[in-house]
């Protein structure tokens, strides 16, 4: 997003949206967190964040066991095209041979090959609230994972370690939700209609107000959708002519939103300062990681960015919510002042149990987004319940509603954080990312430990999200474990103990170095009792 | 492959355990585990298995998972298995055939080369 010039105001924008009248000065730091809640001790600036390497014979193995999958791939290949196996993906017909081909044979060959095999650990059916436990549809495939049957059966009370429940907002307590229904009564659940024409209610003023309140900015804009908040007013900000300095483990929707703006990118290596700096530091966005679990270091962005005179974009669709001492977000965390982030991005989606993003800045940065967002001009408008449900839960969070149930729910997450990140380093996993992050990847490494995990997970009633190549680096799959303010002791205890059984039965304890919690040298200890 | 019986440490619910809240920088102590304790021996160790053949079903499935062909379909893992162990058969056949005569033919080289020089290289074969 690189608009305007030295003088820090908003350009003056031509109908067509593009302007950049000096690319040289213009930029945005866009910024992606995803973190757990701070200890509200400002001053620590340093957080221990782990990215500990696996052996090397782990990385052998891995591309060994990709190796050979891959092989295995050519040669079905080979015998789907010699006609000797039944064909199960989309063809064109004979007839249409000689048009431009409409399935790219080979592009799919990861998906055909590996993915078909192995994804029954995807897209599973849930059938309840995502909470801290849920139901799960059984199903079984037989001819391995082309085609599901759903048997009838459910897995009831499977515990909940992949949704990004972060505070617990996912709840169906008939009082808690009391207004969101009074809500649904008065305005119904469809708006009809996109905020430009006649679709903003003054519900979505209210809930505008109250972010813009609970950011300590001037002015902020909701969507209904996250994904989209990023992909499509990015677009709006910065034109072609712009530079946008990128980080290297960005979200897919500020990479799209930056690829359609047109502005010239340069990625940085994640979190580092000199890789920014390097990269001309004129103007960039630098985005936090979706599957690291590390903290952006914002104090000295800041500090960057205004030597030289660049914009800030920060994503906090993660942290917002669960990170800071009263759940305000980065800013808050490391004491930085709203205004000095220029334009502050979020979603509703993970900790407030909602779904929508939100732009939040000065009064003008809004003003000209109402107009020239294709998301506020386009897209439809905020459901009133889903409106009504991040009302709710913002107002929890700031303890508005005359109850502690927000500040209790941000101390839950941190301690349940803290507990079980500590358990799991000492059983010997690696883990990565920061200490206070509620985003637990644990290293993987394997293709078929990957796979086999979530399965055995599964038999043992936890639900887990596993993620390899390609969304992750080839020889970093991993599971990710989302913690909740709503898992109780029990829960994680129940989980850890499956978890150390399974990394035994699996070999998944790669950890090199020994951790041992060390009782004299704390600066805060809080005395549990296990029971 | 089910749950087998495990030695409980600090994650057993039953025991009362004092455990203090690691948040402090300074908290862990952080030691390189003792030499070279392969993945594989490590929790070999801590499991207790029934008997043999659940020692070695386990073995076979920590090869399925190491080698990748725990997600592909039977036949192909049988295909696989066969074309490895084949592959194993004739290293093991070649090494036991040929190894001793080049070893032999190595060391009479190199005491050649300090004491008595011998005729021919086919007088030593036979």
């Keep these: ?531 | 492959m089910k749950t087998h019986e495990m030695p409980r440490g600090g994650t057993d619910p039953d025991v009362p355990l004092l455990m203090l809240s690691v948040s402090c920088a300074r908290a862990h102590t952080h030691t390189l585990r003792g030499p070279s304790t392969c993945v594989i021996c490590e929790p070999a160790r801590k499991m207790i298995f029934k008997s043999l053949r659940e020692y070695l079903a386990w073995l076979y499935y920590q090869y399925l998972l190491i080698t990748g062909i725990y997600v592909l379909e039977p036949w192909e893992k049988s295909i696989f298995s066969s074309i490895l162990f084949s592959a194993i058969a004739m290293a093991i056949y070649t090494s036991y055939v040929f190894v001793p005569i080049h070893v032999r033919l190595a060391l009479e080289f190199f005491s050649g080369i300090s004491g008595v020089q011998p005729e021919s290289t086919v007088a030593l074969m036979t």
């Design chain 1, 1 to 531: 997003m690189a608009i305007t010039a030295a003088n820090g105001a908003l350009p003056h924008l031509s109908p067509n949206g593009v302007k950049c009248e000096d690319i040289k000065r213009n930029g945005c730091h866009n910024k992606r967190e995803k973190n757990g809640p701070g200890t509200g001790i400002a001053s620590r600036q340093h957080k221990q964040e782990s990215f500990e390497q696996a052996p090397m014979y782990v990385a052998v193995m891995t591309y060994l066991g990709f190796g050979i999958v891959t092989l295995f791939g050519y040669f079905r290949d080979f015998l789907r095209a010699v006609g000797l196996e039944k064909c199960n993906l989309a063809q064109e017909r004979e007839e249409q041979k000689d048009f431009v081909p409409l399935y790219q044979d080979f592009e799919n060959f990861y998906n055909r090959n590996l993915y078909m095999r192995v994804r029954d650990n995807w897209n599973r059916p849930v059938c309840s609230l995502p909470g801290p436990v849920f139901d799960l549809m059984e199903r079984v495939s037989d001819d391995y994972n082309w085609t599901f049957r759903l048997t009838g059966r459910t897995i009831h009370n499977a515990i909940n370690m992949g949704s990004y429940n972060y505070l617990g907002f996912a709840e169906n307590n008939a009082d808690f939700l009391k207004t969101v229904a009074d809500t649904t009564q008065q305005y119904g659940v469809g708006v009809c209609s996109t905020r430009q024409e006649i679709g903003t209610l003054s519900i979505h003023e209210e809930l505008e107000q109250l972010v813009a309140s609970f950011l300590r900015v001037e002015s902020s804009m909701t969507f209904g959708m996250g994904f989209a908040t990023n992909s499509m007013n990015i677009p709006a900000i910065v034109g072609k002519g712009g530079l946008i300095l990128s980080d290297e483990l960005n979200h897919t929707s500020l990479i799209l939103g930056a690829r359609l703006s047109g502005a010239t990118i340069r990625v940085f290596k994640h979190n580092t300062l000199k890789g920014l700096q390097r990269r001309g530091g004129r103007d960039g966005r630098k985005v936090g990681v979706n599957m690291e679990g590390s903290v952006v270091r914002l104090a000295e962005i800041v500090a960057l960015k205004k030597k030289y005179k660049a914009y800030l974009y920060l994503d906090e669709a993660h942290s917002i919510g669960a990170v800071g001492p009263s759940g305000r977000g980065v800013a808050e965390l490391f004491n930085v002042n709203p205004a000095d982030v220029d334009v502050m991005m979020g979603t509703f989606t993970k900790s407030f149990g909602a779904a929508g993003g939100y732009i939040a800045g000065k009064k003008e940065l809004v003003d000209y987004l109402r107009s020239y967002s294709h998301s506020a001009v386009y897209a439809s408008a905020m459901s009133p319940p889903v409106t009504e449900q991040i009302l709710r839960a913002m107002k929890c969070i700031m303890g508005k509603d005359g109850s502690t149930e927000g500040i209790r729910r941000i101390r839950q997450l941190a301690e349940n954080t803290r507990y079980f990140r500590a358990k799991l380093k000492e059983m010997g996993f690696i883990i990565y990312g920061n200490d206070d992050s509620p985003v637990v990847p644990i290293l993987l490494y394997m293709p078929g430990k990957v796979v086999a995990f979530a399965r055995e997970m599964l038999e043992r009633k936890i639900g887990v999200v596993v993620v390899g190549f390609p969304a992750t680096p080839i020889t970093e799959a991993r599971a990710r474990f989302c913690l909740s303010a709503s898992h109780t002791r029990a829960m994680l205890n129940q989980v850890l103990r499956h978890m150390n059984e399974v990394g035994d039965h699996l070999c998944l304890k790669f950890s090199r170095v020994k951790y041992s919690s060390c009782p004299d040298l704390c600066d805060e200890t809080d005395f549990e009792l296990d029971s």
